[in-house]
């Protein structure tokens, strides 16, 4: 079945750049996602990619996908306090979406 | 902005009661789902619908029941709460991409 898979955790610098990894096995997904959630909260979106797409940037943040190793990262370029927070990638069908595990990524000052 | 809104933030049960969380989104949207939410397993989906009246099983919905009366109303039912439920619940409501509530805690002693 349908598998997305993230490393847990994540410890970083401020000033540093953050790369969170993805590996994902559908192929039939039309479009990948990156969401993150701050404490206490719901997901939100946090940026996207088609899937005939190989990057996207969007001010801090680029994706990477390689869709020959089914791999997608985000990067944060200039880590701050505030993005301290989980990110889950996610894969989208017709109508389900299929999360990975999370990846908390914490900001050290 | 789009308002997915879950009534109870945080509830506290016993075993065996019967517990309901509600889930009311202001877009119109026609698809809505339930999902859990555990340390290390991410978000695994209970159920979602597509339209009202309409549901499909995720990949957990043992233990779990939905209701969708109406098209901004989707309705997450433990029948018999057990301890093994205790556990974050996600609701989410689809137009586009996904807009997520923010939670409902669940502890059930």
């Known amino acids: 079945g349908e598998d997305v898979e993230q490393s847990l955790f994540l410890s970083v610098r401020e000033g540093d750049s953050s790369v969170i990894n993805c590996t994902y096995t559908d192929s039939s997904s039309t479009y990948l996602y990156w969401y993150k959630q701050e404490p206490g909260a719901g997901l939100q979106l946090l940026t996207y990619?088609?899937?005939?797409?190989d990057m996207k940037q969007d001010q801090r943040l680029t994706v990477l996908l390689n869709k020959k190793d089914k791999h997608l990262s985000l990067r944060i370029a200039d880590t701050q306090t505030g993005d301290s927070a989980i990110y889950f990638c996610a894969e989208s069908g017709t109508y389900k979406y299929i999360f990975g595990t999370g990846t908390r990524l914490k900001v050290l000052a | 902005d789009v308002k997915v809104t879950q009534s109870s933030r945080y509830l506290v049960k016993r075993t065996g009661e019967k517990v309901f969380l509600e889930c009311v989104q202001d877009?119109?949207?026609?698809?809505m789902f339930w999902y859990r939410q555990d340390p290390g397993l991410g978000l695994r989906l209970i159920y979602f619908s597509y339209d009202v009246k309409m549901k499909e099983k995720g990949d957990i919905p043992e233990g779990y029941s939905v209701s969708r009366e109406k098209k901004e109303r989707f309705s997450l039912i433990l029948e018999s709460a057990s301890t093994n439920q205790t556990s974050m619940y996600l609701c989410?409501?689809?137009?586009?991409?996904?807009?997520f509530g923010e939670g409902s805690r669940l502890t059930v002693l």
């Open positions: 989410a409501s689809k137009g586009g991409e996904l807009f």
């Open positions: 877009m119109d949207h026609e698809n």
């Open positions: 990619i088609f899937s005939n797409m």
